[in-house]
T-cell receptor, first 114, second 110 residues
Framework: KAGVTQTPRYLIKTRGQQVTLSCSPI?????VSWYQQTPGQGLQFLFE???????NKGNFPGRFSGRQFSNSRSEMNVSTLELGDSALYLC?????????????FGPGTRLTVL | DQQVKQNSPSLSVQEGRISILNCDYT??????FLWYKKYPAEGPTFLIS?????DKNEDGRFTVFLNKSAKHLSLHIVPSQPGDSAVYFC?????????FGPGTRLSVLP
C-alpha cells in the first residue's frame, strides 16, 4: 500500500506570494491533518479534514486554509506569505481521525519564504 | 501556555543502555497518549500508544508508562541502539483535541 505523498517536496517563495501544497493520503484513509514544524516549536497543528469537512482547526491565522476533495486528497493554501511561514509542512492521514488513531505522515514540504 | 512539555530538548545515551524520554501535560482531560519518532527528512512514524485506563504498554524494546495523577508519561527504550537516534515526540489527545510536544532529540552513542 502506497504511503502518504506530498508535493512539492521543496518550495521557495517570496513575501506576499501565496502557495498551495498537496497531500495524497493512504488509500482508504478519510482523515487528513496538516502540521507546521519549525525549529524548537515541535509540530503545530493546523487543521484536520474528514470526508471533505474541516473537523478541527488549530490556532493559525486565516491566511492558512485548506480543503479536501472527494478522493480524500487535500490541499493547504497559505496566502500573503510572511518570512515566519518558512517551515516544514507535514500532512498525515488516518482511518478514523487524528484523536485516537495512528497517523501516517508524509515526508513533508519544505517551504522557504525569502 | 504549552499543554504538552518535553523538558529535555536532547538526550545522549550509550548503546545498550536504557533511554528514558519524558513528557508532561497540563490537562487531565487527555485520555490517549502516543509517541512518534522522526528521522531527518522524513515524516514522523508512530511508535507506541497508551490509553488512560492503563499505566503501562510494551512493544518489544519500547515501553510507555503513564502516571495520570502526575500528568506524566515516559518512553523507555531498552536496549538502546544507534538506529534509535531520532527526535521523539509525545502526543496527547481527547476527543478531537490533539497536541504534540516539542520533541526530544535522542542520540545513541556506539
Amino acid at each position: 500500500k502506497a504511503g502518504v505523498t506530498q508535493t512539492p517536496r521543496y518550495l521557495i517563495k517570496t513575501r506576499g506570494q501565496q502557495v498551495t501544497l498537496s497531500c495524497s493520503p493512504i488509500s482508504g484513509h478519510r482523515s487528513v491533518s496538516w502540521y507546521q514544524q519549525t525549529p524548537g516549536q515541535g509540530l503545530q497543528f493546523l487543521f484536520e479534514y474528514f470526508s471533505e469537512t474541516q473537523r478541527n482547526k488549530g490556532n493559525f491565522p486565516g491566511r492558512f486554509s485548506g480543503r479536501q476533495f472527494s478522493n480524500s486528497r487535500s490541499e493547504m493554501n497559505v496566502s500573503t506569505l510572511e518570512l515566519g511561514d518558512s517551515a516544514l509542512y507535514l500532512c498525515a492521514s488516518s482511518l478514523g481521525g487524528m484523536g485516537y488513531n495512528e497517523q501516517f505522515f508524509g515526508p513533508g514540504t519544505r517551504l522557504t519564504v525569502l | 501556555d504549552q499543554q504538552v512539555k518535553q523538558n529535555s530538548p536532547s538526550l545522549s545515551v550509550q548503546e545498550g543502555r536504557i533511554s528514558i524520554l519524558n513528557c508532561d501535560y497540563t490537562n487531565s482531560m487527555f485520555d490517549y497518549f502516543l509517541w512518534y519518532k522522526k528521522y531527518p527528512a522524513e515524516g514522523p512514524t508512530f511508535l507506541i500508544s497508551i490509553s488512560s485506563i492503563k499505566d503501562k504498554n510494551e512493544d518489544g524494546r519500547f515501553t510507555v508508562f503513564l502516571n495520570k495523577s502526575a500528568k506524566h508519561l515516559s518512553l523507555h527504550i531498552v536496549p538502546s541502539q544507534p538506529g534509535d537516534s531520532a527526535v521523539y515526540f509525545c502526543a496527547v489527545s481527547y476527543g478531537q483535541n490533539f497536541v504534540f510536544g516539542p520533541g526530544t532529540r535522542l542520540s545513541v552513542l556506539p
